[in-house]
Every structure is written in structure tokens, then in C-alpha cells.
């Protein structure tokens, strides 16, 4: 009976790991998003840089000075938006990871202590059967 309890804790903490990995995959997918995300941001953050070194060089008028800008706010509003997005998910991804390696641990303490009980059932019995083959 205890084998089948120490199988079942194997089977409980393999599956732990298992979930803990596809976890880590996640996560790191989330973090090359949000790398990317930034990335994209600091691309487009010059292109918006240059864009406005060209306005001032430029004469326009000032309704399409005034579009543009416009225009370019909601796209920093999108873009924050989006690298907010990031953030959270991988926030969510790290805390998921920390939560799993508690359980990971938690279920290797109790493996532990599982197999230390069928050790000293083991030494009982052998004990047991020592004295009996004595008699």
C-alpha cells in the first residue's frame, strides 16, 4: 500500500514538473512578446522622432500639424497599451511559476517524508522477519 501511495506521489510530482515546464515555455514566449513589444516600441518611438525633426523643417499647415499629432498620441496610447498587456501576462506567467515551484516543493518535502516511512516500514518488517527466522 504504501508503494502505490509513493507511485501515486511520483505520478503527482511528475505531472507537477510537467505543468511546471509548459509554465516556463509560457513564460518565455510572454517575455519574447513583451521583447518584442519594446522593441517595436523604441522603433516606432524613432520613427516618431524623425518624423517630428521633419515636421519643424517643414512648412504645413497647422490643421495637419495638428492631425498629426493627434494621430500620433493614440498610437503611443496603443502602443501603451499593449506593452501594459505584456507586462501583465508576463507578471501573470512569473507569479504562476512561483506558485507551481511552491507546490513542486511542497510535493518533494512530502515524497521525502513518504519515503522515509516505507524505509522504516521496510527495516521493521526485515527486523520482524529476522527475529522470526531466530525462533
Known amino acids: 500500500m504504501p508503494e502505490t501511495r509513493l507511485k501515486m ?19 518565455e514566449r510572454a517575455e519574447e ?7 517595436k ?4 518611438e524613432e520613427e516618431l522622432r524623425v518624423v517630428a525633426n521633419n515636421l519643424k523643417s ?3 499647415s497647422e490643421e495637419k500639424a495638428n492631425q498629426r499629432e493627434v ?3 493614440e498610437q503611443i496610447k496603443t502602443l501603451t497599451a499593449k506593452l501594459k498587456q505584456a507586462e501583465a501576462r508576463a507578471e501573470f506567467a512569473e507569479k504562476s511559476v512561483q506558485k ?6 511542497r510535493l518533494e518535502d ?12 521496510t527495516e521493521e ?7 522470526m527466522s531466530g525462533y
Open 110 to 121: 512530502e515524497l521525502v517524508s513518504e519515503q522515509e516511512k516505507y524505509k522504516a516500514i
Open 100 to 105: 507551481l515551484q511552491k507546490e513542486v516543493d
Open 58 to 60: 517643414l512648412e504645413v
Open 9 to 27: 506521489q511520483t505520478k503527482k510530482y511528475d505531472e507537477v514538473q510537467k505543468r511546471l515546464q509548459q509554465v516556463e515555455g509560457d513564460l
Open 33 to 39: 512578446r513583451a521583447e518584442t513589444g519594446e522593441i
Open 71 to 73: 494621430s500620433y498620441k
Open 125 to 131: 518488517l526485515e527486523q520482524t522477519f529476522a527475529e
Open 41 to 44: 516600441i523604441i522603433e516606432l
